[in-house]
């Protein structure tokens, strides 16, 4: 296994190399820049002038690259513009936020989807397979922010069993244990939200492996030795069913970190979503750069992730 | 007489791993096979399930790369080249067609029958509309199918039809050999006679060839005229039939021949007993009949119209064997 | 056959599937014993019904589709009448099944191991460890030769012919009276075929059990059964010792699938083989009075059929269905 893992790591380089090349461009060839807006359209030309040529942004596009990539290998990967901040302090701080609000989620996610998919696929075409189809469509076709407003309004607003702003209670003192259990306490309403979004294709895909796996000659076989029903789907049809499953996740930890715009706005929650539609917004080359970057390599380990953790479920799968 | 021609025929796949993925190792699917086929005759070639036997049927046809050694067709050379535009190779690409145990797979479910028959038609013919349709009504008689089928698609049609859908389409371009990959091996046993009954048939009227491939040794007796044991992708005997089945040479060939289930129950004690008798003494002597590798020696004269891979040094076992 | 007593007896079994509101039959008025120690061949063509009796035998058709009618007796209870939880009872214990796909057949994701011991668990009290040395005594028992290895190995890891001794070993785990093998070998070559064939002989002198062997393959039957029963469109139409079979067959279908064996004699010229005409009806159009084989041997005169031809014994352990039979003869042949 270390063996394609290391493989998958060296073709990783000039996959990440492409990528870095592709995103410094599309980022040079932005409209605008960051000063643009910023600065009083009063202030003389010239003056922008030598601030942009001060910055570098005047050189070739090469030239920059280089620099550029100069500074990332020495983990300097640039200031924010807008906020006068190292990216990577900007993005250190969003990023602990989606990660949290990314585990509960798929937690939550997990905590629905699986047992709606094996119940719905064991009991296909009764009521509960019904009711878990409806479930689906609604919580396929739901935008985002009308279900993270109606969860605002109705836990928050209306029964006001959660607070419905922010990822903490400044007030508090941090470190103490209050503190934290507030924090875990105001991720539950957003991490539910995105959970519900997840739900629809695990319980789909589950659900189509379940009905898949019981027409399968090897649960035949079960039958025939005398093993009773509950043991078969235990044994036998859920475990060949959760492959896909397992398949998806790497994709699933490739996401964690990306966060959902529309529930981080509306839950107040400082994530990564939220940061790359401003810094695209107000034209943060650094940190549109960094996030762009960052999200690339994610989705690269996701798949390794993937595939790593295929492998283990399945042993038909090897990788060497 | 002859027409195609193999020599020295190789297939062989790459097995990638390690840290860039080069290559490792190869499977020797085909390695080394020399084949002549004439016009008229039927060759079989018989196999079990990973011989090599398909590889050497999808090689001719262009399905495979062949990795070393040579097609040659009436003379000229076409390795590799079954599937090129250019139109030296035309007569090659027409010639040789090919059937498979699933037909169903090879007959798009979209197009109407006579579509399906007309098209090898019309890459290779100028017919008009009418004459092509007459062809493909006479075709379709020729496998016992009336003209009413040309207007229907390949799912109204049982098993057994759409193989011989298939014979009749590989029959459209008026072929001198048709490669036939196991193409009764998924139908019942009276359906298959049907389908044999009319492979025959077309033979006798086209005077093509056949090389059927199949791993059910009685249905390679009787169709075939020479017939030729795979084993590890080389042939570790070849001969007419009558040699084949009456006068078995190698251990591989007599365990696969003791092997097939015989229609005589009141002699079955006896066959058992036989088929052991010839299964210890492949356990015990099979390691004269490979070389040190476990490769299948080249093949050695026996007698007349029969070739067996017997070991060259190996003089006192074959003259044992010539008894 | 060292003794005659019955192990399972089906008595006008019949075997419906449901088509909208309809139940049409694939397994029609079967009646038919297994004897204790002895290998019962039931032979037909794919539609026969063959495997839908296999099927309804251990009761894994689908119940909410299926209607059986008629009944198995096994011991003195009718397994028809089971339910679900007393059918697991038999199943694996009573009879063990062997399948047609020894890859299908087999979880991919567990160990072969486990797979046989699960056999153990619902059908004895043996303790893990005690279960775990039986798995190995199976495994060596159908010819593997290092159990301690395959046991710990999945099915794709194996090749067909060891995928298909553990699946044998499977059916074998709690030595069932009874055993019944869909198409055991037809995924198999020839020489896995006959050691595979010459494995459930060897089983059966130990074990004295009855062996359903459910096959289209003639020349397996011709090697292996005892008796046999020819299913033609879900009735059977000919049950007859093997050896008569094959020498002296009686009823029309017999006849003709025998003719359509590809054979040559030695220095004969090579002669057409006989192709049966028309196809089998499909199950929805399959003619429920008078003779099934009828519309396939058009040149017969209406009058040789019978209007409801019944399975009768016309020689001690020979039974054919109908009358026809006295009459048959090939189209071209003369007249009798």
Same mark, same amino acid.
């Given at each position: 296994?270390?063996?394609?893992?290391?493989?998958?790591?060296?073709?990783?380089?000039?996959?990440?190399?492409?990528?870095?090349?592709?995103?410094?461009?599309?980022?040079?060839?932005?409209?605008?820049?960051?000063?643009?807006?910023?600065?009083?359209?009063?202030?003389?030309?010239?003056?922008?002038?030598?601030?942009?040529?001060?910055?570098?942004?005047?050189?070739?596009?090469?030239?920059?690259?280089?620099?550029?990539?100069?500074?990332?290998?020495?983990?300097?990967?640039?200031?924010?513009?807008?906020?006068?901040?190292?990216?990577?302090?900007?993005?250190?701080?969003?990023?602990?936020?989606?990660?949290?609000?990314?585990?509960?989620?798929?937690?939550?996610?997990?905590?629905?989807?699986?047992?709606?998919?094996?119940?719905?696929?064991?009991?296909?075409?009764?009521?509960?397979?019904?009711?878990?189809?409806?479930?689906?469509?609604? %919580?396929?076709?739901?935008?985002?922010?009308?279900?993270?407003?109606?969860?605002?309004?109705?836990?928050?607003?209306?029964?006001?069993?959660?607070?419905?702003?922010?990822?903490?209670?400044?007030?508090?003192?941090?470190?103490?244990?209050?503190?934290?259990?507030?924090?875990?306490?105001?991720?539950?309403?957003? *991490?539910?939200?995105?959970?519900?979004?997840?739900?629809?294709?695990?319980?789909?895909?589950?659900?189509?492996?379940?009905?898949?796996?019981?027409?399968?000659?090897?649960?035949?076989?079960?039958?025939?030795?005398?093993?009773?029903?509950?043991?078969?789907?235990?044994?036998?049809?859920?475990?060949?069913?959760?492959?896909?499953?397992?398949?998806?996740?790497?994709?699933?930890?490739?996401?964690?970190?990306?966060?959902?715009?529309?529930?981080?706005?509306?839950?107040?929650?400082?994530?990564?979503?939220?940061?790359?539609?401003?810094?695209?917004?107000?034209?943060?080359?650094?940190?549109?750069?960094?996030?762009?970057?960052?999200?690339?390599?994610?989705?690269?380990?996701?798949?390794?992730?993937?595939?790593?953790?295929?492998?283990?479920?399945?042993?038909?799968?090897?990788?060497? | 007489?002859?027409?195609?021609?193999?020599?020295?025929?190789?297939?062989?796949?790459?097995?990638?791993?390690?840290?860039?993925?080069?290559?490792?190792?190869?499977?020797?699917?085909?390695?080394?096979?020399?084949?002549?086929?004439?016009?008229?005759?039927?060759?079989?070639?018989?196999?079990?399930?990973?011989?090599?036997?398909?590889?050497?049927?999808?090689?001719?046809?262009?399905?495979? *790369?062949?990795?070393?050694?040579?097609?040659?067709?009436?003379?000229?050379?076409?390795?590799?080249?079954?599937?090129?535009?250019?139109?030296?190779?035309?007569?090659?690409?027409?010639?040789?067609?090919?059937?498979?145990?699933?037909?169903?797979?090879?007959?798009?479910?979209?197009?109407?029958?006579?579509?399906?028959?007309?098209?090898?038609?019309?890459?290779?013919?100028?017919?008009?509309?009418?004459?092509?349709?007459?062809?493909?009504?006479?075709?379709?008689?020729?496998?016992?199918?009336?003209?009413?089928?040309?207007?229907?698609?390949?799912?109204?049609?049982?098993?057994?039809?759409?193989?011989?859908?298939?014979?009749?389409?590989?029959?459209?371009?008026?072929?001198?050999?048709?490669?036939?990959?196991?193409?009764?091996?998924?139908?019942?046993?009276?359906?298959?006679?049907?389908?044999?009954?009319?492979?025959?048939?077309?033979?006798?009227?086209?005077?093509?060839?056949?090389?059927?491939?199949?791993?059910?040794?009685?249905?390679?007796?009787?169709?075939?005229?020479?017939?030729?044991?795979?084993?590890?992708?080389?042939?570790?005997?070849?001969?007419?039939?009558?040699? +084949?089945?009456?006068?078995?040479?190698?251990?591989?060939?007599?365990?696969?021949?003791?092997?097939?289930?015989?229609?005589?129950?009141?002699?079955?004690?006896?066959?058992?007993?036989?088929?052991?008798?010839?299964?210890?003494?492949?356990?015990?002597?099979?390691?004269?009949?490979?070389?040190?590798?476990?490769?299948?020696?080249?093949?050695?004269?026996?007698?007349?119209?029969?070739?067996?891979?017997?070991?060259?040094?190996?003089?006192?076992?074959?003259?044992?064997?010539?008894? | 056959?060292?003794?005659?007593?019955?192990?399972?007896?089906?008595?006008?079994?019949?075997? *419906?599937?449901?088509?909208?509101?309809?139940?049409?039959?694939?397994?029609?008025?079967?009646?038919?014993?297994?004897?204790?120690?002895?290998?019962?061949?039931?032979?037909?063509?794919?539609?026969?019904?063959?495997?839908?009796?296999?099927?309804?035998?251990?009761?894994?058709?689908?119940?909410?589709?299926?209607?059986?009618?008629?009944?198995?007796?096994?011991?003195?209870?009718?397994?028809?009448?089971?339910?679900?939880?007393?059918?697991?009872?038999?199943?694996?214990?009573?009879?063990?099944?062997?399948?047609?796909?020894?890859?299908?057949?087999?979880?991919?994701?567990?160990?072969?191991?486990?797979?046989?011991?699960?056999?153990?668990?619902?059908?004895?009290?043996?303790?893990?460890?005690?279960?775990?040395?039986?798995?190995?005594?199976?495994?060596?028992?159908?010819?593997?030769?290092?159990?301690?290895?395959?046991?710990?190995?999945?099915?794709?890891?194996?090749?067909?012919?060891?995928?298909?001794?553990?699946?044998?070993?499977?059916?074998?785990?709690?030595?069932?009276?009874?055993?019944?093998?869909?198409?055991?070998?037809?995924?198999?070559?020839?020489? +896995?075929?006959?050691?595979?064939?010459?494995?459930?002989?060897?089983?059966?002198?130990?074990?004295?059990?009855?062996?359903?062997?459910?096959?289209?393959?003639?020349?397996?039957?011709?090697?292996?059964?005892?008796?046999?029963?020819?299913?033609?469109?879900?009735? +059977?139409?000919?049950?007859?010792?093997?050896?008569?079979?094959?020498?002296?067959?009686?009823?029309?279908?017999?006849?003709?699938?025998?003719? %359509?064996?590809?054979?040559?004699?030695?220095?004969?010229?090579?002669?057409?083989?006989?192709?049966?005409?028309?196809?089998?009806?499909?199950?929805?159009?399959?003619?429920?009075?008078?003779?099934?084989?009828?519309?396939?041997?058009?040149?017969?005169?209406?009058?040789?059929?019978?209007?409801?031809?019944?399975?009768?014994?016309?020689?001690?352990?020979?039974?054919?269905?109908?009358?026809?039979?006295?009459?048959?003869?090939?189209?071209?042949?003369?007249?009798?």
């Amino acid at each position: 296994m270390w063996k394609t893992v290391l493989r998958r790591l060296l073709t990783m380089i000039p996959q990440i190399i492409l990528l870095s090349i592709i995103v410094f461009v599309v980022a040079q060839n932005m409209p605008g820049d960051p000063f643009t807006g910023m600065i009083d359209p009063n202030v003389d030309p010239a003056q922008i002038e030598a601030l942009r040529e001060a910055a570098g942004w005047n050189d070739p596009v090469p030239v920059q690259y280089v620099r550029w990539v100069g500074n990332v290998l020495q983990g300097d990967f640039g200031r924010s513009y807008a906020q006068q901040v190292p990216v990577t302090t900007l993005i250190g701080g969003r990023a602990a936020n989606s990660l949290r609000l990314g585990i509960v989620s798929t937690f939550f996610t997990y905590l629905i989807a699986l047992p709606f998919g094996m119940f719905a696929g064991r009991f296909n075409n009764s009521w509960f397979d019904k009711f878990v189809m409806i479930y689906n469509y609604i %919580s396929y076709a739901i935008p985002t922010f009308v279900l993270a407003l109606l969860m605002v309004f109705i836990f928050g607003y209306r029964l006001g069993w959660f607070p419905t702003f922010g990822s903490k209670n400044v007030t508090m003192t941090a470190g103490t244990a209050e503190y934290y259990w507030d924090m875990f306490y105001r991720l539950l309403l957003p *991490g539910f939200t995105g959970g519900i979004l997840g739900t629809a294709s695990t319980t789909q895909t589950l659900r189509s492996e379940v009905i898949d796996a019981k027409t399968q000659d090897y649960v035949r076989t079960a039958r025939s030795k005398g093993v009773p029903e509950g043991k078969i789907y235990a044994k036998h049809i859920f475990r060949n069913a959760l492959l896909p499953i397992a398949s998806s996740f790497g994709f699933i930890f490739s996401s964690l970190l990306s966060g959902s715009v529309f529930i981080e706005q509306i839950f107040a929650f400082n994530g990564m979503g939220d940061l790359f539609i401003t810094s695209i917004n107000g034209r943060d080359y650094s940190v549109v750069i960094t996030l762009t970057l960052l999200y690339g390599i994610l989705a690269i380990i996701g798949s390794l992730i993937s595939d790593i953790a295929l492998s283990l479920a399945d042993p038909r799968i090897r990788i060497d | 007489m002859s027409f195609l021609e193999l020599k020295d025929l190789k297939v062989h796949f790459p097995i990638r791993g390690g840290i860039f993925n080069t290559i490792q190792d190869w499977v020797y699917a085909v390695d080394g096979v020399d084949m002549i086929i004439e016009e008229g005759k039927t060759y079989g070639l018989v196999g079990e399930s990973g011989s090599g036997k398909t590889t050497i049927g999808k090689a001719i046809i262009g399905l495979e *790369g062949v990795t070393g050694g040579q097609v040659t067709y009436n003379g000229v050379d076409v390795t590799n080249k079954a599937r090129s535009r250019r139109s030296e190779y035309a007569d090659y690409n027409k010639d040789i067609q090919m059937i498979f145990q699933d037909s169903t797979s090879s007959l798009n479910p979209k197009k109407r029958i006579k579509d399906i028959i007309a098209e090898p038609m019309r890459n290779y013919f100028n017919y008009t509309n009418d004459q092509e349709k007459n062809e493909v009504i006479r075709l379709l008689e020729i496998v016992g199918l009336n003209e009413e089928a040309i207007y229907r698609y390949p799912h109204e049609f049982s098993g057994g039809q759409r193989q011989r859908l298939g014979v009749a389409r590989a029959v459209a371009s008026s072929p001198k050999l048709i490669i036939a990959d196991e193409p009764t091996s998924a139908l019942d046993l009276s359906v298959q006679a049907q389908v044999l009954n009319f492979m025959r048939r077309i033979q006798e009227e086209y005077g093509l060839s056949y090389l059927f491939i199949s791993h059910d040794l009685s249905v390679v007796k009787y169709m075939a005229d020479d017939i030729a044991i795979m084993h590890r992708g080389r042939f570790v005997e070849r001969g007419s039939k009558e040699k +084949i089945f009456n006068n078995p040479q190698h251990i591989y060939t007599r365990r696969l021949l003791s092997a097939i289930p015989q229609i005589d129950p009141l002699n079955r004690e006896q066959h058992k007993a036989e088929r052991r008798a010839v299964e210890k003494e492949y356990q015990e002597q099979q390691i004269h009949y490979y070389s040190e590798k476990g490769r299948v020696y080249d093949l050695q004269t026996f007698d007349d119209q029969h070739w067996v891979a017997l070991n060259p040094n190996d003089k006192i076992k074959q003259s044992e064997g010539g008894n | 056959m060292a003794t005659e007593e019955n192990l399972l007896e089906i008595n006008n079994l019949e075997v *419906g599937f449901r088509f909208g509101d309809e139940y049409h039959n694939a397994v029609d008025d079967v009646s038919i014993t297994l004897k204790k120690n002895e290998i019962l061949a039931i032979v037909g063509e794919s539609g026969s019904g063959k495997s839908t009796l296999a099927t309804a035998i251990i009761g894994l058709h689908d119940p909410l589709n299926t209607k059986v009618k008629g009944e198995i007796l096994y011991k003195g209870l009718d397994l028809t009448k089971l339910n679900e939880k007393l059918y697991n009872r038999i199943r694996g214990n009573d009879i063990g099944m062997i399948f047609q796909d020894p890859l299908g057949s087999l979880n991919p994701v567990m160990t072969v191991g486990k797979q046989i011991e699960e056999s153990l668990i619902y059908h004895t009290d043996l303790k893990e460890n005690a279960r775990q040395e039986e798995v190995l005594k199976l495994l060596d028992q159908v010819g593997i030769v290092n159990p301690q290895r395959t046991a710990k190995q999945y099915p794709h890891e194996l090749s067909g012919g060891m995928r298909q001794r553990v699946v044998i070993a499977i059916a074998l785990a709690n030595k069932p009276p009874i055993i019944i093998a869909d198409e055991p070998t037809t995924a198999l070559d020839v020489t +896995i075929q006959a050691q595979i064939l010459d494995l459930m002989n060897d089983i059966q002198d130990e074990t004295n059990s009855g062996i359903i062997l459910i096959t289209h393959d003639l020349g397996v039957v011709a090697e292996t059964a005892d008796r046999v029963a020819v299913m033609y469109a879900g009735q +059977i139409v000919e049950e007859a010792p093997v050896d008569i079979l094959f020498t002296d067959p009686k009823h029309p279908y017999t006849r003709s699938l025998l003719n %359509s064996i590809p054979q040559e004699l030695e220095g004969e010229e090579v002669a057409e083989l006989h192709v049966i005409q028309g196809t089998v009806p499909s199950l929805q159009a399959l003619p429920r009075t008078g003779d099934r084989f009828k519309n396939r041997i058009p040149w017969m005169p209406d009058e040789v059929f019978d209007e409801d031809p019944q399975l009768a014994e016309i020689a001690p352990g020979h039974k054919v269905r109908g009358n026809s039979w006295k009459h048959f003869y090939f189209e071209g042949e003369e007249e009798k």
